[in-house]
């Protein structure tokens, strides 16, 4: 246990110095920015112009690219310079990827998170209202997703509400991006493939009609109508680390046939 918890420790210190984690933070307040332009005019609340903007750009398909700047290549970084071989010396192979795993969730979710707080801070403090008026909240959010907290005049649990479902986004396709590494050892694969993955997968659900929860590239923007924000949050909660925990898996078992070959 002891040795896990210092891996982690190390990675999670790997992935936070890392340019990578930079890249994350700046490139996704970057897609906000722009995704933002013709959006902040004319007195648009601060609620508004985040809802406009993150759900009718494509932000959250974006978003699956900043998300794997992080840490989502550092196992084909070991494997390709060997750094693997002195860690798993000193603990076993399982705790090796676990650690991986845990580590690019967590700097995976967080660098995209931090990204679109500072985005919703900007758009606060320069925004002239932070809530729209009560007749448009009634008519425009009332129906939509977190809705029910913007009639409450909770804004704040509403932007908090998506910047938690932006982090479990993030996370699991950060991971996703560790596992395909793990069967390409190519720091580009780890990049690219989780975005290629999650357009299949978005297309595929629209061709069968699957329901949201099954579909975790629309899920991420929250697209639920009438839906309390307590079932649209069990539901995305349920929906990630399920899959997270099934590429952890995957990951670990790839890994530990890879070390098994040399």
């Not at 974006?62 to 071989?85: G, K, M, V």
């Not at 560790?178 to 978005?202: E, Q, T």
Request: a positive charge; aromatic letters at 14%; hydrophobic letters at 55%.
């Amino acid at each position: 246990m002891k040795n896990f918890l210092r891996m982690l420790k190390a990675d999670f210190y790997r992935a936070f110095s890392s340019m990578g984690f930079v890249m994350g933070v700046v490139s996704t307040l970057a897609i906000f920015y722009f995704g933002s332009i013709g959006m902040l005019a004319g007195g648009v609340s601060a609620v508004a112009a985040f809802n406009n903007t993150y759900k009718y750009n494509n932000i959250s398909q974006l978003l699956i690219l900043t998300a794997t700047f992080a840490y989502s290549a550092s196992f084909c970084i070991d494997w390709q310079t060997r750094f693997h071989y002195s860690l798993i010396v000193r603990s076993k192979t399982a705790a090796y990827a676990l650690s991986k795993c845990i580590a690019a969730m967590g700097t995976g979710g967080l660098s995209v998170t931090a990204g679109a707080f500072l985005f919703i801070g900007c758009i606060c403090m320069t925004q002239p209202d932070i809530l729209p008026q009560a007749m448009e909240i009634e008519v425009e959010f009332s129906a939509q997703a977190f809705g029910d907290l913007l009639m409450m005049g909770r804004a704040g649990l509403f932007f908090l509400a998506y910047l938690y479902i932006i982090f479990l986004q993030a996370a699991f396709f950060s991971v996703l991006g560790l596992l395909v590494s793990a069967y390409l050892p190519n720091k580009y694969a780890a990049y690219i493939s989780p975005f290629i993955l999650g357009f299949a997968m978005n297309q595929i659900a629209n061709v069968l009609r699957l329901p949201i929860w099954l579909d975790p590239v629309k899920l991420a923007t929250a697209s639920i109508l009438s839906t309390p924000a307590a079932t649209i949050i069990c539901m995305a909660t349920a929906t990630y680390l399920s899959l997270i925990g099934i590429c952890m898996i995957l990951f670990t078992r790839k890994v530990k046939r890879r070390m098994s070959n040399g």
